[in-house]
C-alpha cells in the first residue's frame, strides 16, 4: 500500500524556469515531510523538510509548501538549474510508527539548459 | 554536517554466497539505523529498523533469517544477505538517525548483483 505517491515519474524544465514537483499522501497521521533530491547510484541526500504545524517552508531556491486538508506537498525549485536534474523523493513520517520513513517512488527531473 | 561511510559502494557476488554491507557514522552516534532496498523504478522501501544493543526490527515479508543486521556498537550497523539469490540483486541503503532528531543522514548506497 503506497501511502505516499508522487503521480509523475518524469518531469523537464527549462533552465531559469521554475520546477514544481508534487506529492500526495494517504496517512492523516503523518506529522513531517522531507525532500530528497538522489543522483544515480548514490544514496538520497536531504534538502528540505517541513513540520506539520507550517504550511510553507523556504530554504534558498527550494520552497516546500503542505496542504494538510488535500494530503498534498510540493517543492518549488526556482530558478532551476542544470544541476537539479536528479530524482526527487518525498517522505513522511508517522510518529507512531516509531519514525518509520514512508517513500514516494520519485520524480525524475530534468533541467534543459 | 553528519557523515554516514557506507561500504562497498558496489559488489558482485556468486548465488548462494553471502555479503555483507557496512554503513557507518562518522562524526555522530547513530542510535539508530535504516535499512532500505530499492530496485529499479521503484522507491526506497525500507527493510528493518535497528537500535544499538538490540534486535532489529524487520518490516513484513523481509526474512530476518536472510537479511542479517547487526547494530553493535553506536556508529556500526551491518546488512549481511546470506545465500544471495539474483532476486536479491537491488541497491541497497543505509541511513542514520542522532538521538530523537528528524535529522537522517543516508549512506550513498551499495550495488548488489548476484550472478
Known amino acids: 500500500d503506497q501511502q505516499v505517491k508522487q503521480n509523475s515519474p518524469s518531469l523537464s524544465v527549462q533552465e531559469g524556469r521554475i520546477s514544481i514537483l508534487n506529492c500526495d499522501y494517504t496517512?492523516?497521521?503523518?506529522?513531517?515531510f522531507l525532500w530528497y533530491k538522489k543522483y544515480p547510484a548514490e544514496g538520497p541526500t536531504f534538502l528540505i523538510s517541513i513540520s506539520s504545524i507550517k504550511d510553507k517552508n523556504e530554504d534558498g531556491r527550494f520552497t516546500v509548501f503542505l496542504n494538510k486538508s488535500a494530503k498534498h506537498l510540493s517543492l518549488h525549485i526556482v530558478p532551476s538549474q542544470p544541476g537539479d536534474s536528479a530524482v526527487y523523493f518525498c517522505a513522511a513520517i508517522a510518529p507512531n510508527t516509531g519514525n518509520q520513513f514512508y517513500f514516494g517512488t520519485g520524480t525524475s527531473l530534468t533541467v534543459i539548459p | 554536517g553528519a557523515v554516514v561511510s557506507q561500504h562497498p559502494s558496489w559488489v558482485i557476488c556468486k548465488s548462494g554466497t553471502s555479503v555483507k554491507i557496512e554503513c557507518r557514522s562518522l562524526d555522530f552516534q547513530a542510535t539508530t539505523m535504516f535499512w532500505y532496498r530499492q530496485f529499479p523504478k521503484q522507491s526506497l522501501m525500507l527493510m528493518a529498523t535497528s537500535n544499538e544493543g538490540s534486535k532489529a526490527t524487520y518490516e513484513q515479508g523481509v526474512e530476518k533469517d536472510k537479511f542479517l543486521i547487526n547494530h553493535a556498537s553506536l556508529t556500526l550497523s551491518t546488512l549481511t544477505v546470506t545465500s544471495a539469490h539474483p532476486e536479491d540483486s537491488s541497491f541497497y541503503i543505509c541511513?542514520?538517525?542522532?538521538?530523537?532528531?528528524?535529522?537522517?543522514?543516508f549512506g550513498s548506497g551499495t550495488r548488489l548483483t548476484v550472478v
Open positions: 496517512n492523516s497521521m503523518f506529522d513531517y
Open positions: 541511513s542514520a538517525r542522532q538521538g530523537d532528531a528528524y535529522g537522517y543522514t
